[in-house]
């Protein structure tokens, strides 16, 4: 089972950057569509974004469009997410998620559809 390790997160005020980072530990990476998702407390994990097999297609939760972007790096078996203009309400810990498939264009959306998840690295934007 691929494994991921997510890095990147951090303490931002409103208004600024960061870029999440999530590394894969296999070949098969290439084989998998990848997601962020988020979770607050008391709230249920979220995707944020997900991308296909070739980083061709990507989907954006409509609160992240335009703020946000998703890309990869098969080669380097490697999963970004660009977060910029970050609001107080994006404060959650943000996990990677791999879902190996044989469908060049799917993404997917749903958290019960991934194969593996990352630890989490937390995000905090001040107001």
């Known amino acids: 089972q691929v494994q991921l390790v997510e890095s990147g997160g951090g303490l931002v005020q409103a208004g600024g950057s960061l870029r999440l980072s999530c590394a894969a530990s296999e070949r098969t990476f290439s084989g998998c569509a990848m997601g962020w998702f988020r979770q607050s407390p008391g709230k249920e994990r979220e995707i944020v974004a997900g991308?296909?097999?070739?980083?061709?297609?990507?989907y954006y939760v409509d609160s992240v469009k335009g703020r946000f972007t998703i890309s990869r790096d098969n080669a380097e078996k490697t999963v970004y997410l660009q977060m910029n203009s970050l609001l107080p309400e994006d404060t959650a810990v943000y996990y990677c998620?791999?879902?190996?498939?044989?469908?060049?264009?799917?993404?997917?959306?749903?958290?019960?559809?991934?194969?593996?998840w990352g630890q989490g690295t937390q995000v905090t934007v001040s107001s």
């Open positions: 998620a791999a879902k190996r498939t044989i469908y060049y264009s799917d993404i997917y959306h749903d958290a019960n559809e991934y194969d593996a």
């Open positions: 991308i296909n097999l070739s980083g061709g297609r990507t």
